[in-house]
């Protein structure tokens, strides 16, 4: 590998700077890598007008760099809420959507109010979705998030709706994941207007970005789907669409990742996301990360790693990489066997200097996975493979 492109992946690999830029801050997602890793890899391995693929997008951090960048994009995740929030992300308002938005967030801080009498929000807070938000913290903010649901009958694109159910969405994620302490009406209203108007910036920002390399929309697609099965899409299943580079980040064996709860002070686990987006979460945990929280099943993982990289090898052309970021439980037993899932794929590992296998290890900064929890694990870390399409 060219020495320059291995420094620009190595420093964007162990960047300990905030998630900034464009429309990377509308949801923080669990497990979500730096743009500066994804940029770094998609300058280094494509031009402009290149296809790019994530397969695992998540918050759909790889989307927006590739658009950004002038490529093509196509991601797909077995979340409905990964899809929902990578395709606001990544789609523009016009002015009347922008001034639907607006009146939203009017009509919603003016509602939100302790003396709304809860009959009048009953059918809303009431959905299953909604449940664990018993907690004295959570309570307020749950009566404030459902009388802004109830104002958004009156938004008249789709658009401009999704686009105010994240705003939302942001804005009960910091009032009630994590945190310690309640939060007020008052200020979950000031937060509503300030992650409003900071996300229709960075959406005008991200089409300024892309208009400098395509005066049309990005070409740009988002999905659910189980990545085993993308090269059974039409627009994959003839071959002739290929990717050029795929940068991704897969479950992590052994390693759990809340993808879709919040925890309400430590104490419950809520999938209020899917409340607040309108999305469906029919699955448990162990859907969305291969495998059981507890670290049961390890063999599974396996399996199912080796059906989607099977999967991902035939949409992607001969020659093209794929750069990834994993960690693992146990790195001893499970890397050589990720990498051994890898070559039977159709995927070579790239040496990143001298003909030696030296990757990039990082520590990961501040991650809400239990084993985070325990002190330095080695899930407290994470690796960076480059193979390439044989």
Same mark, same amino acid.
């Given at each position: 590998?060219?020495?320059?492109?291995?420094?620009?992946?190595? *420093?964007?690999?162990?960047?300990?700077?905030?998630?900034?830029?464009?429309?990377?801050? @509308?949801?923080?997602?669990?497990?979500?890598?730096?743009?500066?890793?994804?940029?770094?890899?998609?300058?280094?391995?494509?031009?402009?007008?290149?296809?790019?693929?994530?397969?695992?997008?998540?918050?759909?951090?790889?989307?927006?760099?590739?658009?950004?960048?002038?490529?093509?994009? @196509?991601?797909?995740?077995?979340?409905?809420?990964?899809?929902?929030?990578?395709?606001?992300?990544?789609?523009?308002?016009?002015?009347?959507?922008?001034?639907?938005?607006?009146?939203?967030?009017?009509?919603?801080?003016?509602?939100?109010?302790?003396?709304?009498?809860?009959?009048?929000?009953?059918?809303?807070?009431?959905?299953?979705?909604?449940?664990?938000?018993?907690?004295?913290?959570?309570?307020?903010?749950?009566?404030?998030?459902?009388?802004?649901?109830?104002?958004?009958?009156?938004?008249?694109?789709?658009?401009?709706?999704?686009?105010?159910?994240?705003?939302?969405?942001?804005?009960?994620?910091?009032?009630?994941?994590?945190?310690?302490?309640?939060?007020?009406?008052?200020?979950?209203?000031?937060?509503?207007?300030?992650?409003?108007?900071?996300?229709?910036?960075?959406?005008?920002?991200?089409?300024?970005?892309?208009?400098?390399?395509?005066?049309?929309?990005?070409?740009?697609?988002?999905?659910?789907? =189980?990545?085993?099965?993308?090269?059974?899409?039409?627009?994959?299943?003839?071959?002739?669409?290929?990717?050029?580079?795929?940068?991704?980040?897969?479950?992590?064996?052994?390693?759990?990742?809340?993808?879709?709860?919040?925890?309400?002070?430590?104490?419950?686990?809520?999938?209020?996301?899917?409340?607040?987006?309108?999305?469906?979460?029919?699955?448990?945990?162990?859907?969305? =990360?291969?495998?059981?929280?507890?670290?049961?099943?390890?063999?599974?993982? @396996?399996?199912?790693?080796?059906?989607?990289?099977?999967?991902?090898?035939?949409?992607?052309?001969?020659?093209?990489?794929?750069?990834?970021?994993?960690? @693992?439980?146990?790195?001893?037993?499970?890397?050589?066997?990720?990498?051994?899932?890898?070559?039977?794929?159709?995927? *070579?590992?790239?040496?990143?200097?001298?003909?030696?296998?030296?990757?990039?290890?990082?520590?990961?900064?501040?991650?809400?996975?239990?084993?985070?929890?325990?002190?330095?694990?080695?899930?407290?870390?994470?690796?960076?493979?480059?193979?390439?399409?044989?």
């Amino acid at each position: 590998m060219n020495i320059d492109v291995m420094t620009s992946i190595v *420093e964007a690999a162990q960047s300990k700077d905030r998630i900034a830029g464009l429309t990377h801050k @509308f949801y923080r997602y669990p497990a979500r890598f730096s743009p500066h890793f994804a940029h770094a890899a998609i300058m280094a391995f494509t031009k402009p007008g290149d296809l790019v693929l994530d397969p695992y997008m998540g918050g759909g951090t790889t989307i927006v760099e590739a658009i950004a960048g002038g490529r093509r994009a @196509f991601g797909s995740d077995l979340n409905q809420l990964s899809v929902f929030v990578t395709r606001v992300k990544t789609t523009f308002l016009n002015a009347n959507d922008e001034e639907d938005v607006w009146d939203w967030v009017n009509r919603a801080t003016a509602a939100m109010s302790y003396r709304t009498p809860r009959a009048w929000l009953s059918h809303i807070i009431e959905d299953p979705k909604a449940r664990n938000l018993t907690l004295p913290i959570a309570r307020p903010v749950k009566k404030a998030v459902a009388a802004a649901l109830a104002e958004m009958d009156r938004i008249t694109s789709q658009r401009a709706k999704d686009f105010a159910r994240c705003g939302l969405l942001r804005t009960a994620q910091w009032a009630l994941d994590g945190r310690e302490r309640g939060s007020s009406l008052t200020e979950v209203r000031v937060r509503l207007r300030t992650f409003a108007s900071e996300m229709l910036w960075s959406l005008k920002d991200l089409r300024s970005t892309c208009r400098t390399h395509t005066p049309d929309m990005p070409n740009c697609t988002v999905m659910e789907i =189980n990545a085993a099965h993308l090269h059974k899409m039409p627009m994959f299943s003839t071959g002739a669409v290929k990717a050029d580079l795929v940068v991704t980040s897969p479950p992590y064996p052994g390693v759990h990742v809340l993808y879709h709860r919040w925890q309400i002070k430590g104490r419950r686990e809520t999938p209020a996301p899917y409340w607040i987006t309108g999305c469906n979460d029919g699955q448990g945990a162990s859907y969305y =990360n291969f495998g059981d929280r507890h670290g049961v099943g390890i063999e599974k993982y @396996f399996s199912v790693s080796l059906d989607t990289l099977s999967s991902v090898r035939q949409l992607v052309r001969d020659g093209g990489k794929i750069v990834q970021m994993i960690a @693992f439980s146990d790195p001893d037993t499970q890397l050589p066997l990720y990498l051994a899932n890898m070559r039977i794929a159709g995927f *070579e590992e790239l040496s990143l200097a001298g003909g030696n296998h030296n990757r990039i290890w990082r520590d990961v900064p501040s991650r809400k996975w239990h084993a985070a929890l325990k002190g330095r694990t080695h899930s407290s870390r994470e690796v960076v493979l480059v193979h390439e399409a044989v």
